[in-house]
C-alpha cells in the first residue's frame, strides 16, 4: 500500500500528520511525501523522517501545484492500494487497517471512503458520519457535492491506471471532485460510517483562499452531469444548484426553498425519464438534499418547517425517519437542524429502548 501526501508550507502541522500515519496498526506501506518546492521547514522535516524510517520516502521538486503532485505520486506509487493524506490532517490508528480490510473483501470496490471529524482551532470537534455509503447512492449523490473528503480516501490503484483516471491540472482546486465524477462510470464506490481521519480546517487552506474559482469550476462539473441526465438548465437554474453545495454563501429563505424545490422536481423528472439512476435511490438522494436545505434555513423560524412539509421530498417514501421531527424541532427553536438532530437521536433510542423493555416485559 502506498500512501501519497504533497506539501506545500506546511510545516506547522507536518509532524502530527506524519506521525499519526506511522502509528497506523497496519503497518506495510510506503509513506510518499512530495515536497512541492516549500520555503519553510517542510523538506527538513520530511529528510528527518525519512533517515528514521524506511517506509518514508521523500521527493522534493519546484513548486508545481497540488495536481502535478498528485499524479506524480500515482506515477511513482508501488501498492495495490493508494490512501490519500493532507500535510495538516490526521489519520486515526486504525484507518488503514479498516480500509484495506474492505478493499480486500470488497474486490468490486475501487475507491473507499470513511467518516471523519471536523476540528480546528476554536472550534469544538464535529463527528461527520456519511448517509450514504454504498456504490449507488452514492454515484446518485455525487451530482450535488463532492461524496468524499480528499484525505480520508483509499483507492484501488489498477482501477485509475487501467482507465486512464488521473487528476485534471484544468479542475483547479476540485481536482478531486473532478476525477470523481468521472471515475464513477469505471470504479465502485463505498464509505465506511466510522470517523477514521481527523480533518482540520484553517484559513489557510485552498478551499478558503480560491472560492471565486471554485465556484466556476463547479459550475462545470455540474453542467457535464446534468447533460448526462439529459438537462440542459438555465444559468439561475445551474446557480442554484451549484449552490446545494455551499448553503453559506446563500440567503436560504422561502424564495430559495422554493427554487430547490421546483429544481428538485425537474430533476427527479428528468432521472424519471432517462434511468440513470434507480427511482428509489434518486428519491432518497433528492429526500437526503431536501432536508438539508430546509435544515439550514430553520434558524430563521417554522416558515422553514411549512416550506419543508408542502414539498413531495418530506414525505414517504422519501424521507427517512427522524428527517420531519428534526425539521419541526429545529423550527420551533430556530437553530440549524444540525444542532437539533442529535436531540432527536437520543430520543428515538430512547422510545426504541422503552419499547424493547416492553416487549421483554410482555414476553
Known sequence: MSVVMPVFNGAEYLVEAIESVLDQSFREFELLLINDGSTDRTGEIMDQYATRDPRVIVHHQENRGLVACLNHGFEVSNGEFIARMDGDDISLPERFQAQVEFLDQHPDVGVCGTGHIAFGEGQQPVVRVPTFTDHDHLACHIMFRCCF???DVMLRRIDFVKNGLFYDPIAAHVEDYDLWVRAVKYVKFAKLRKPLLKHR????????????IIHENVKLIH??????????PTNAELETH??????????????FLKKVDNWFRKLEAANSQSGLHARDVMASVLAQEWWFVCG???RKGIRAAVTYFRS???????????????ILLASVLRKPVSEVGPIVDTWARRVKHRRSEQVQIIE
Request: charged share 20%; proline share 7%; glycine share 4%.
Open 242 to 255: 451549484v449552490a446545494l453545495a455551499n448553503l453559506n454563501d446563500v440567503i436560504a429563505d422561502a424564495t
Open 223 to 232: 453542467s457535464r452531469q446534468l447533460a448526462i441526465l439529459g438537462l440542459n
Open 201 to 212: 480546517t484553517h484559513i489557510a487552506q485552498v478551499t478558503q483562499r480560491h472560492r471565486p
Open 312 to 326: 413531495p421530498f418530506s414525505k414517504k417514501p422519501y424521507a427517512r425517519k427522524g428527517m420531519r421531527a428534526s
Open 296 to 298: 439550514f434555513a430553520t
Open 149 to 151: 473528503i480528499h484525505p
